[in-house]
C-alpha cells in the first residue's frame, strides 16, 4: 500500500477527551475515529490489525475443532424471554420494535441464538460433541463507556459455544479454550493472567477471565505469589481472621457526636475498627416472576472490611443495585451515618449481614439516633438476617484462602473469559437431545469469549513509546515501512515491487513530504520494520535497515535488502514467541 493512497491520516494532537495511550495513538496513528460515546469506526490499518488478530483466533479455535458461523444481529425478544434474561439484563441492553411492534433486541452475546439453532438441529447424542464460534458485532448499552477500545458499546467479539452430552465432555472443551486462549494471546504478543471471575449476567457453573495486567485497568484482580491462586476481587475469598471468644456484654447507648465515619467512630472509642460494624444501605431491582420489583437492602460487615457489591448481588439474586438515598434510609427508621439493624422496620427490606460480622462478638453499631451509638451488639440476640454470606472484599495483605500467605491486589483490562454454562440455556429453552437410553437430556454447553478491539488496543497499551505504537509483528498492520527520501525515489519504487513479489506486507511512503514528516509518522504508525531509501544511503552502499523498537540502523546492499526483510521478520516471530 502507498501511503498517499491510504484512507486515514495521522494528527499530531490526540484528542482532548483520549485518556488511555491506546485511544490516542490509535486516533493520532490514522487507525479509528470515533462516531458517538462508545462507537468507533476502524480504518484501513486498524481493519488489517483486526483481520490478523481474527485469524489468528480461527486458526487456535479450529484447532480445538470449532466450525465458524455468523448468527443475527437484531434478535427477536421472545428467546430473550424464554431464558428470563429479558426481565433480569437493566438497560445496557439494547431493546427496540420492529415495524410491526414486536420487540426486538440487539446482540450482546449469542447464548439464546446458539441454544435456539441447538434446539432445531441437535437431536441425539450421535450429534454431540459439537464446537461452533462466530466473529460478530456485540452491542451494549455500556453507560460507562471511555478509554477508547477498551470499553466500548459497539464491539467485535469472537464467542464460541460447546455443545456435550455430559460434564465431562465440558470439562474438556472448557479447558482446550483455556489453553487455546493463551495460545492466541502469546501469539498477539499480549501477557495475560488467567483468573476466577464472577459467572454474571452469564450464569452457570464456573468462569474464568483472562486479564492483561495494567494500571488503566478497572478490574481489580486477587493474587497470591506463594501458591498461584488468582481471582477477581469481585468474587475473590480469603481467610478471615477468627474472633477472639468473648461473653456478650449488655448492650449499651452511648454519645459519639460527630462519628459518622467508621474511622472517626474507632478514634473516638479509642478501639479497632475491626471491633465496629458498618452499615451498607443499597436499593436492589430484583425480578419477581416476570416484573422487577424494588427492595431495600441493608448490609453489614465488620468495620475493618469492605463491602463486595457483587458478592451482594449474588447473594440476594439482584438484577442491578446502587445506593438508597437519604430518605429511602430514613423511611426504614434507619439514620444515614449511625445506622444499624437494631429497631429498624424491616417489611420490605432485606437484611444481609457478613458471616465474619454474625461471628464477632460485642461491636460497636449505630443507634439509628444522630450521635449515638450501641455498644455490645451481638447477632442473633439483638438482631438477626435473612441472609448470612460472605459479601466482603479481599484486600492486600489478607489470608490467601489456599495457603494463608498474604494476597496481593493488582488492576487489570479484561481481555478474554469463559463460562461452564451447563443447562442453564438448554434446560430453559428446550434444547434437549436423545441420550443412548432414550432419555431425553438438556444439552450441555459452555460460552466462550474474546473481544478483538479490546485486545487491539492492549496490545498498544502494552507496545509503545513517546513516539508512537510498536506493534507486535504478528498482528502488525503491514510488516515493512519504506521511506522514500530524495534521491531514492526510483530505488524504493523498485524494491517496493520486489518486497511485494516476495510475499512481504510493505506501507510505502511514496509522499511528498520532508524526512521529519515521515520519520516521525513512520514511528507513530508503529509497523516493526522501516526501510530509509535516499540517496545518501544508497551512496553510502545501501538502504537503511532498522526495527522500529530498537536504536541500530544497519546499512544493507539494496540487492541484499528482501532477503535480509526476510530474515528479520523470522527472527521478530521467533522471538515473540519464545518470550510468551
Known amino acids: 500500500m502507498k501511503l498517499s493512497h491510504l484512507f486515514g491520516e495521522t494528527l499530531r494532537e490526540a484528542p482532548a477527551d483520549a485518556e488511555f495511550i491506546s485511544h490516542q495513538l490509535l486516533v493520532r496513528a490514522g487507525y479509528i475515529r470515533q462516531l458517538g460515546t462508545g462507537i468507533f469506526s476502524y480504518l484501513p490499518l486498524a481493519r488489517r490489525v483486526m483481520d490478523k488478530i481474527e485469524n489468528i483466533m480461527r486458526e487456535e479455535i479450529d484447532a480445538i475443532g470449532g466450525q465458524e458461523i455468523t448468527m443475527p444481529v437484531v434478535h427477536p425478544a421472545e428467546i430473550w424471554q424464554e431464558t428470563g434474561r429479558w426481565y433480569q439484563i437493566g438497560s445496557e441492553m439494547g431493546r427496540m420494535k420492529d415495524s410491526t411492534g414486536r420487540d426486538m433486541v440487539l446482540a450482546m452475546t449469542h447464548e439464546e441464538v446458539v441454544t435456539s439453532l441447538v434446539r432445531d438441529i441437535i437431536h441425539s447424542y450421535r450429534q454431540l460433541p459439537v464446537l461452533i464460534y462466530q466473529i460478530q458485532t456485540k452491542w451494549r448499552d455500556e453507560p460507562r463507556a471511555r478509554g477508547g477500545l477498551i470499553r466500548v458499546r459497539e464491539f467485535t467479539m469472537k464467542d464460541s459455544y460447546s455443545l456435550d ?193 454474625a461471628k464477632s462478638p460485642n461491636l460497636v453499631a449505630g443507634a439509628n439516633e444522630e450521635g449515638y451509638h450501641f455498644l455490645n451488639v451481638n447477632y442473633g440476640r439483638d438482631y438477626e438476617a435473612d441472609i448470612v454470606a460472605d459479601i466482603v472484599s479481599a484486600a492486600d495483605g489478607y489470608a490467601c484462602p489456599n495457603c494463608g500467605a498474604p494476597l496481593r491486589t493488582v488492576r487489570g483490562v479484561e481481555v478474554g473469559n469463559i463460562f461452564k454454562l451447563g443447562t442453564r440455556y438448554s434446560a430453559a429453552m428446550g434444547a434437549l437431545f436423545q441420550d443412548q437410553d432414550g432419555e431425553r437430556k438438556p444439552v450441555i454447553m459452555g460460552s466462550y469469549g474474546i473481544g478483538v478491539g479490546r485486545l487491539m488496543a492492549s496490545v498498544v497499551e502494552e507496545y509503545n513509546d513517546k513516539y508512537g505504537i510498536i506493534w507486535p509483528i504478528t498482528i502488525a498492520p503491514y510488516q515493512v515501512h519504506i521511506v522514500a527520501l530524495k534521491g531514492g525515489y526510483e530505488a524504493a519504487e523498485q524494491l517496493y515491487a520486489d518486497l511485494l513479489a516476495a510475499g512481504v506486507e510493505v506501507l510505502y511512503d511514496d509522499r511528498n513530504e520532508s524526512p521529519g514528516v515521515k520519520f516521525n509518522d513512520a514511528d507513530l504508525i508503529g509497523i516493526p520494520l522501516r526501510i530509509t531509501v535516499g540517496g545518501r544511503s544508497l551512496k553510502k552502499g545501501g538502504v537503511e535497515l532498522k526495527r522500529r523498537a530498537a536504536k541500530d540502523i544497519a546499512l544493507v546492499p539494496l540487492d541484499e535488502a528482501v532477503a535480509r526483510v526476510q530474515d528479520e521478520i523470522r527472527a521478530m516471530k521467533a522471538e515473540l514467541l519464545s518470550r510468551t
Request: include cysteine; proline fraction near 6%; hydrophobic fraction near 40%.
Open 165 to 357: 452430552t455430559d460434564w465431562e465432555g465440558l470439562d474438556r472443551q472448557y479447558w482446550a479454550h483455556y489453553q487455546a486462549y493463551f495460545n492466541i494471546f502469546n501469539r498477539c504478543g499480549l501477557p495475560t493472567i488467567a483468573v476466577e471471575s464472577d459467572v454474571g449476567m452469564m450464569g452457570g457453573k464456573q468462569a474464568h477471565e483472562f486479564m492483561y495486567l495494567t494500571p488503566i485497568g478497572e478490574d481489580t484482580l486477587v493474587l497470591c505469589d506463594a501458591c498461584g491462586y488468582t481471582s477477581n476481587r469481585q468474587v475473590a475469598t480469603f481467610q478471615k481472621p477468627e474472633p477472639e471468644p468473648e461473653a456478650p456484654a449488655p448492650l449499651e447507648k452511648v454519645a459519639t457526636p460527630g462519628t459518622k465515619t467508621i474511622e472517626d467512630l474507632a478514634n473516638f472509642l479509642n478501639i479497632p475498627q475491626s471491633k465496629t460494624a458498618k452499615a451498607v444501605f443499597m436499593v436492589a431491582t430484583i425480578t419477581e416472576g416476570q416484573e422487577d420489583v424494588d427492595k431495600f437492602v441493608f448490609a453489614v460487615v465488620r468495620g475493618d472490611m469492605d463491602l463486595n457489591e457483587t458478592k451482594l448481588t449474588n447473594a440476594i439474586k439482584a438484577k442491578e443495585l446502587r445506593p438508597a438515598q437519604e430518605e429511602e434510609i430514613k423511611a426504614i427508621g434507619a439514620e444515614p451515618g449511625y445506622g444499624s439493624p437494631l429497631g429498624i422496620r424491616r417489611d420490605g427490606v432485606i437484611l444481609v449481614v457478613d458471616d465474619l460480622a
